[in-house]
């Protein structure tokens, strides 16, 4: 059983950074994708960035292009969102996401966390 237990969120003001993370474990994740998402309240579920935990590969959406990067810590079972240049639009629930596939399909992740909130003000 894969469990996905995300934390650091928090409030920050905007132009800051914060640092998510999302602790994995259940089994080895060498054919697995790791993804953040997040959902802000009255919107649609948003896919932020993946990172392809074997190979290290990323892929970011356009919104956060230059100003979030996701990273992995093996050792830990450990993956990371870092977020800079934080801007109020930014403020939702943080999710992390995996899948046992290699792939940047954001349609079909297969285990969640239960969400980090985060907060940025203006």
């Known amino acids: 059983q894969v469990q996905l237990v995300e934390s650091g969120g928090g409030l920050v003001q905007a132009g800051g950074s914060l640092r998510l993370s999302c602790a994995a474990s259940?089994?080895?994740?060498?054919?697995?994708?790791m993804a953040w998402f997040r959902q802000a309240p009255g919107k649609e579920r948003e896919f932020v960035t993946a990172i392809i935990w074997t190979s290290g590969t990323t892929y970011y959406a356009d919104s956060v292009k230059g100003r979030f990067t996701i990273s992995r810590d093996n050792a830990k079972n450990t993956f990371y969102l870092q977020m800079s240049s934080l801007k109020p639009e930014d403020t939702a629930l943080y999710y992390c996401?995996?899948?046992?596939?290699?792939?940047?399909?954001?349609?079909?992740?297969?285990?969640w966390g239960q969400g980090t909130q985060v907060t940025v003000s203006s």
């Open positions: 259940g089994r080895s994740f060498i054919s697995y994708t």
């Open positions: 996401a995996a899948k046992p596939r290699w792939d940047w399909n954001q349609n079909d992740y297969n285990y």
